[in-house]
């Protein structure tokens, strides 16, 4: 098509869709199309065993910041793409997660790196498995969709597509917390593997006390899900992988269909917990499904993956948080807790670290 002609057409569709909103708004049918969005920080079980005060406020007050920064976009009209994207960017920054700085490392005490993003209104989606150095392995996932033609990049092809896409790096020693390593420590001791090496520019000894929460079986990955004032949804996914894993071994989060999942028609799903059976039950998309084949409410079709089929399998466990159409946000864990918040327009935001 000529230049010309696809700017023409391209204007034309964006006139279109802003009187189409612009319609929708004047009909007063402003209050179908709330936003809503809900944010995880990972399921799991020890952690719950212990978890002190000071802990417990460390993660609301996270759990809070990324809350508000996915709100705060979509409160001034932007895109549920865009509002996933941001508030994950907030809790692969802090350290108290399993996803960009905090990471989990494999059992060589490196980190690789998994996320996905997948927009409901198109079905597009994108994702990096076993990423090394990119700042924000959810905004590479990003590029993957909207300026690639593929879906996944891994290995050491995705850190340089996000090189060439202008996204940051960052050497080893941005990733590294203490407390992730030493919960690496635990998990090599407890399974007779050899401890590796500190990575490269972090001090040789462990710093005095592990700040918050380490202890092994924790999870940490992060995960958003939101539905914009269009009606359209999206998830996104994040995540350092199981602690001590395989090198080259790769979870659920960066599969479209068991970690994230998303379409217009159904619901936005992003998963946390042990990534094979995920991967296994094509959870995300499984609980979609549900809704959209078996007309299941969201809550009906979360419980049902989570605590029948997920935890009929041994060793399954995990949970997701799913939203609507009609910007009703669930949880479902088979876990003792999960990091979770939600918001939709009108309401207030519910932050939640312990109790089920
Ligand atoms: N699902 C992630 C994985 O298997 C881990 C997690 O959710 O914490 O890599």
Same mark, same amino acid.
């Given at each position: 098509m000529a230049p010309a +002609?696809?700017?023409?057409?391209?204007?034309?569709?964006?006139?279109?869709?802003?009187?189409?909103?612009c319609a929708v708004v004047v009909s007063g049918q402003v209050t179908k199309t709330k936003w809503a969005i809900a944010v995880h920080g990972g399921a799991g079980e020890s952690e719950w065993q212990h978890m002190d005060r000071a802990t417990e406020?460390? =993660?609301?007050?996270?759990?809070? +910041?990324?809350?508000?920064?996915?709100?705060?976009?979509?409160?001034?009209? /932007? %895109?549920?793409?865009?509002?996933?994207?941001?508030?994950? @960017?907030?809790?692969? &920054? &802090?350290?108290?997660?399993?996803? /960009?700085r905090g990471s989990a490392f494999n059992d060589q005490? %490196?980190?690789?790196?998994?996320?996905?993003?997948?927009?409901?209104?198109?079905?597009?989606?994108? #994702?990096?498995?076993? $990423?090394?150095?990119?700042?924000?392995?959810?905004?590479?996932?990003?590029? $993957?969709?909207?300026? #690639?033609? =593929?879906?996944m990049i891994a290995g050491p092809g995705a850190d340089q597509f996000a090189v060439k896409q202008g996204l940051a790096q960052m050497p080893a020693s941005y990733f590294f917390t203490e407390m992730r390593w030493q919960e690496l420590v635990g998990v090599l001791k407890q399974s007779g593997k050899p401890i590796p090496a500190r990575p490269p520019g972090v001090p040789k000894e462990p710093k005095s006390a592990i700040q918050i929460g380490a202890s092994a079986g924790h999870f940490g990955t992060v995960g958003v899900v939101a539905r914009d004032v269009r009606g359209n949804l999206s998830a996104g996914t994040s995540t350092g992988g199981m602690q001590g894993k395989a090198p080259g071994r790769v979870g659920d989060s960066p599969v479209i269909g068991a970690g994230t999942y998303a379409a217009n028609k159904s619901c936005a799903v992003s998963s946390t917990g042990v990534g094979e059976y995920f991967i296994r039950l094509a959870?995300? @998309?499984?609980?979609? #499904?549900?809704?959209? =084949?078996?007309?299941?409410?969201?809550?009906?079709?979360? +419980?049902?993956?989570?605590?029948?089929?997920v935890a009929s399998l041994k060793g399954g466990?995990?949970? $997701?948080? $799913?939203?609507?159409?009609?910007?009703?946000a669930v949880w479902s864990f088979n876990t003792l807790g999960m990091f979770r918040a939600r918001q939709a327009e009108g309401g207030a935001a519910e932050v939640r670290v312990v109790g089920k």
């Amino acid at each position: 098509m000529a230049p010309a +002609r696809s700017a023409h057409n391209g204007a034309m569709r964006n006139l279109l869709t802003w009187f189409l909103f612009c319609a929708v708004v004047v009909s007063g049918q402003v209050t179908k199309t709330k936003w809503a969005i809900a944010v995880h920080g990972g399921a799991g079980e020890s952690e719950w065993q212990h978890m002190d005060r000071a802990t417990e406020a460390a =993660y609301q007050a996270s759990l809070s +910041r990324a809350l508000s920064e996915g709100a705060a976009t979509l409160s001034h009209g /932007g %895109k549920a793409l865009d509002a996933v994207e941001a508030a994950i @960017k907030v809790l692969e &920054d &802090d350290p108290l997660f399993s996803a /960009g700085r905090g990471s989990a490392f494999n059992d060589q005490g %490196k980190n690789e790196m998994d996320a996905s993003i997948m927009d409901g209104s198109t079905l597009a989606a994108g #994702s990096v498995a076993g $990423v090394c150095c990119t700042k924000n392995p959810i905004s590479a996932a990003r590029a $993957v969709m909207e300026r #690639s033609p =593929y879906v996944m990049i891994a290995g050491p092809g995705a850190d340089q597509f996000a090189v060439k896409q202008g996204l940051a790096q960052m050497p080893a020693s941005y990733f590294f917390t203490e407390m992730r390593w030493q919960e690496l420590v635990g998990v090599l001791k407890q399974s007779g593997k050899p401890i590796p090496a500190r990575p490269p520019g972090v001090p040789k000894e462990p710093k005095s006390a592990i700040q918050i929460g380490a202890s092994a079986g924790h999870f940490g990955t992060v995960g958003v899900v939101a539905r914009d004032v269009r009606g359209n949804l999206s998830a996104g996914t994040s995540t350092g992988g199981m602690q001590g894993k395989a090198p080259g071994r790769v979870g659920d989060s960066p599969v479209i269909g068991a970690g994230t999942y998303a379409a217009n028609k159904s619901c936005a799903v992003s998963s946390t917990g042990v990534g094979e059976y995920f991967i296994r039950l094509a959870v995300a @998309k499984e609980i979609c #499904s549900l809704v959209e =084949y078996k007309g299941m409410s969201i809550a009906e079709a979360a +419980r049902f993956v989570i605590e029948h089929e997920v935890a009929s399998l041994k060793g399954g466990e995990g949970g $997701v948080i $799913v939203l609507d159409q009609k910007s009703e946000a669930v949880w479902s864990f088979n876990t003792l807790g999960m990091f979770r918040a939600r918001q939709a327009e009108g309401g207030a935001a519910e932050v939640r670290v312990v109790g089920k």
